[in-house]
């Protein structure tokens, strides 16, 4: 065991306003969980070159524009569960849909259209998050209800250009976040139900080999969730049901505990503002965003010009 790490507190940066909570509203995606009824469930948050922050609503269909001082506007709102989003180099975004699929947002307009509703004749299980590596290729997972009952939650790429992804992961208990180190070697994938991080290093030839558990957590009622890397190579992972977001040097020793003021539902974090040293974080019990300020800054992605 390792000693308990230095704690901060994070600040509330914005919170979904009024006019957007519903209220008493429910959604298939919110039975299912059972939670009966909610205001918002905010996730995947990821910045524009403009220094926007995006954000989903789950069980709501909702993509929300946040301006730099705080200003909330809904650009998209479809039948659609979507959680994760990333940005490509070339300015439009990818959504990861349990309902639809992989789907595309194009930002000046609001449009969702497909991207990969499916591999080739199967149907996914439920896909969750995504990140771009520096080359275009889109990593995502698709994680349903998998858990260590029924561990085939599936980790994806989709090659630039390319029509069907290759499969890396094919038994992980709930895949969900994931991140590529600085130098594209590494990929770390959130294992939500098994309460891990696993690792998951990328062979020269675009393989995948000796796949292992990075980080053994505890606690919480649900697990690591969305995650974040800084130039330094420390992983920054949003443990959800907690109300933390720890902070993990490249050798897997905890550096920082990041308590929410708010609620427990810590579900993902993104690097943002001028110097990239500030960490945003959602929220999602209360619909708000936190923000802590970091030593070290964030890896900044290719979208950000």
């Known amino acids: 065991m390792y000693p308990a790490p230095p704690e901060i507190t994070a600040e509330v940066f914005t919170e979904v306003p009024a006019a957007l909570r519903f209220k008493g509203r429910t959604s298939p995606w919110l039975y299912a969980r059972g939670d009966g009824t909610a205001h918002s469930f905010l996730e995947g948050p990821s910045f524009d070159r403009a220094g ?40 439009w975004a990818a959504i990861t849909d349990a309902k639809q699929g992989l789907l595309r947002l194009d930002p000046a307009t609001g449009a969702v259209t497909p991207l990969l509703p499916r591999v080739r004749r199967e149907g996914f299980r439920g896909v969750n998050d995504c990140t771009f590596a520096l080359n275009g290729d889109l990593y995502f997972t698709d994680q349903g209800q998998t858990g260590l009952h029924d561990p085939q939650g599936r980790v994806y790429r989709l090659r630039a ?6 499969l890396l992961v ?60 800084d130039t330094a190579g420390n992983l920054i992972v949003a443990h959800a049901g907690m109300g933390t977001v720890w902070v993990f040097s490249r050798l897997g020793e905890p550096l920082l505990r990041i308590r929410s003021p708010r609620g427990l539902g810590t579900t993902n974090v993104a690097f943002g503002g001028a110097d990239m040293r500030d960490l945003f974080i959602t929220e999602s019990e209360s619909g708000t965003v936190l923000r802590a300020r970091l030593d070290t800054p964030g890896v900044r992605l290719f979208s950000h010009g």
């Open 161 to 166: 250009g390319a029509d069907q992804p290759d």
């Open 52 to 91: 926007n922050l995006w954000l989903t609503d789950i069980p709501f269909g909702r993509i929300f524009r946040v301006s730099p001082s705080g200003e909330w506007t809904v650009v998209a709102e479809y039948d659609g569960e979507p959680n994760g989003l990333k940005f490509h180099k070339d300015g």
């Open 170 to 229: 094919s038994n992980g208990p709930s895949p969900n976040g994931l991140v590529l180190t600085p130098d594209q070697h590494t990929l770390y994938v959130a294992m939500t139900r098994d309460n891990a991080v696993w690792r998951v290093p990328i062979t020269p030839d675009a393989g995948v080999i000796r796949v292992g558990r990075f980080i053994d957590m505890s606690g919480g009622l649900a697990g690591p969730d969305g995650m974040a890397m």
